[in-house]
């Protein structure tokens, strides 16, 4: 059938029409449908069929994909092309290279301090900037999400309103967040379900696009490009939705660990063995990282589906929390349940060194590189603390408190040295240094 695979099959879109039949007060016509079409007659009344045609009717947002000449990969799957230039074309932005990097002792931490606070009703689960540091998004164990103006945080004024979306559309709490390259499309997850967000419209109050996953969502990541979603959850298998036509690849690469006689070619082909807690494209869309329950990282190949790296037993066994990928795709920097983050060597999957110093043993956190990865941030349970440490040396430089409970979620601004956390305490957090507030308000 033409476009076939396009449309839902009709085991899922008859026990739809019976529902929302039966939903309407036709529970004869219901049970007649059902028997003609060999359905279950034990369907419960369900408006989700006329909720689905409402999102399709109101979709009205053209996701336009970013200019891929801008996004030029400047990495191999395997590492770093050749790249002599550590400071990024067009900016000041400096890049780790330890290879070329002074070997000069670690300066203080950067003098950063709560700027903001904002109230969700439950915990702030987790935090993300815009790919342009103007805006930034927490999403909260209420099933709310609030979209904050960085320029109007870094105000300090009663007269000024940060907060410029309030957005109420999930059931369950929001497990991830991510902004569209193009600025205007947020991602947001909770419970099997992604969540698409218009920010344009200023009276944004639904998603006008949703992807089911099979599994709980437990993290999102769009492609630099802005045409491909990345999901990780608690299956073993990546999922990568296409964001226009809402297909899901799921390559036979992703599906399931490659049968070898080779114990170490298995774990360096396969998938992973328990659940994914975070996933991530790198800087250039070329390749992407998973971090697992099973306590291994894997870098994937973005077009071929195949894993050009493993680290297994990344945290001493225990679950792996967070990765990421550094601007020039030579390091991995990850955190887990052991209770120290740490920086890997891309290429040859040796570990360089680790950060000591901050507790992690009961809940996921973030571990993060400052916008010029001069810094590594994370947060210790203990003391309900952000920690920041030199990233070339591990020392660790300074404590950030401020929050009254654990922290859940942190996020880098990808253009300064600014922050955003949320946790228990229910409360977002902006942090930036005194020179942010000045340039903000210089005329």
Known sequence: MSGEKNQMRQEDVIPLIVSQLAEYGYAQLAQVVAEQTHTSVSIKPSSRLSEMLYIAREESVEIEPTDLSKIKAVTTPTGPADEDDDTEAGTKLTRLNLDTDPKSPPGPGPSISTMYTTTHKEAVTCTAFSKDGRYAVSGSADASLKIVDVNKMKLVNDEVHPVIRTLYDHVSPVTDVDFHPNGLVLAASSDTVVKLYDLSRPSVKRSFRYLQDSHPINSVSFHPSGDFLLVGSEAETVRIFDVKTLQCFTPRNFSGPTHSSSADNSAQQ????????????????????????????????????KVVRTIDNAHSGKGVTTATISRNGKYILSGGFDSVRKLWDLGSGKLIHGFQGATQQNEKQSTVFSYNEDFVFSSDESHNAIVCWDSRSATLLKRYPGHQSRIRSMSASPTENALVSGGDDNRLRFWCTPLALADTRAP
């Not at 063995?273 to 494209?281: L, V």
């Open 270 to 305: 396969g998938a992973h063995r328990s659940g994914i807690n975070h996933i991530e494209y790198a800087p250039t869309g070329s390749v992407f990282i998973t971090a697992s329950q099973d306590g291994s990282i894997k870098v994937w190949d973005a077009i071929s589906g």
